[in-house]
């Protein structure tokens, strides 16, 4: 039988993955609760996500703004916007997210953020108002790509990879090792390489996205929607 449509995980991760702010400090006790009690996740995984609950509760806010950004912004080869590991800037990438947008709309959900559909945020706020077999299918389809993400998360000592790691758990697939090791190859300089990291986004930016003026979902709000198990037809823009 299908959990009811409010997945608090992935909720929590879609809410852990993003811009740190205070308002997602003073939320940590609840969210450390909710993936504490998560049995679709094995004892390790849950021990292994408390050092990132810990140190998003405790540390300096804007050390972990700087750490947030060092990693998911400057380092594109862990971008959180899953179809650059797939598609990189090529035309196919964009008709990938109209695809994604569309599916997302026809599941009566509308992105309130600036990111783009692709965003791992996003997908996951999306995927934890759909039946947990189709939320299954879509983190699967990903498994490959959250493994390599993960991975290099790991090898920089980040809490962070954690996530990774149970996302994959929580699809019920084993990464293709093929898959894997082919974002692997590519490159991946130190976030203190300016220069090579200039080199690599020398490409073209896709500017495909939902409003640019829409601002990106408060954290209350997407704390609010862990309780109701109820779809949500439709998300306005945040204030």
């Known amino acids: 039988m299908d959990r009811q449509l409010n997945d608090r995980t992935l909720k929590a991760f879609s809410v852990l993955l993003s811009y740190p702010t205070q308002e997602l400090q003073q939320a940590m006790p609840e969210i450390g609760g909710v993936l504490a009690s998560e049995?679709?996740?094995?004892?390790?995984?849950?021990?292994?996500?408390?050092?990132?609950?810990?140190?998003?509760?405790?540390?300096?806010?804007?050390?972990?703004?700087?750490?947030?950004?060092?990693l998911f912004d400057r380092s594109r080869s862990l971008s959180l916007n899953l179809f650059e590991h797939v598609h990189g800037e090529s035309r196919d990438r964009g008709g990938a997210m109209v695809d994604l947008l569309e599916t997302y709309r026809a599941a009566g959900f509308e992105p309130a953020t600036s990111e783009l559909p692709d965003h791992l945020p996003v997908l996951l706020e999306f995927l934890a108002t759909r039946p947990a077999e189709e939320a299954r299918d879509m983190l699967a389809d990903a498994a490959h790509i959250l493994a390599a993400i993960g991975e290099r998360l790991g090898k920089r000592e980040s809490a962070y990879a954690a996530i990774f790691a149970a996302l994959v758990q929580m699809s019920g697939e084993v990464a293709d090792e093929e898959a894997v090791a082919e974002i692997l190859a590519r490159p991946d300089p130190s976030p203190d390489d300016l220069e090579e990291i200039d080199k690599i986004w020398e490409e073209t930016e896709v500017t495909f996205g939902p409003d640019p003026n829409a601002g990106c979902p408060q954290v209350r709000d997407m704390l609010a929607?862990?309780?109701?198990?109820?779809?949500?037809?439709?998300?306005?823009?945040?204030?």
């Not at 810990?54 to 703004?65: C, F, P, S």
């Not at 929607?225 to 204030?239: F, G, I, N, S, V």
């Open 225 to 239: 929607q862990m309780d109701p198990p109820k779809l949500r037809h439709a998300k306005t823009a945040a204030e």
């Open 39 to 70: 049995t679709r996740l094995t004892a390790a995984a849950r021990r292994d996500l408390r050092p990132l609950i810990e140190e998003l509760g405790a540390r300096d806010i804007y050390a972990l703004e700087e750490d947030y950004v060092m």
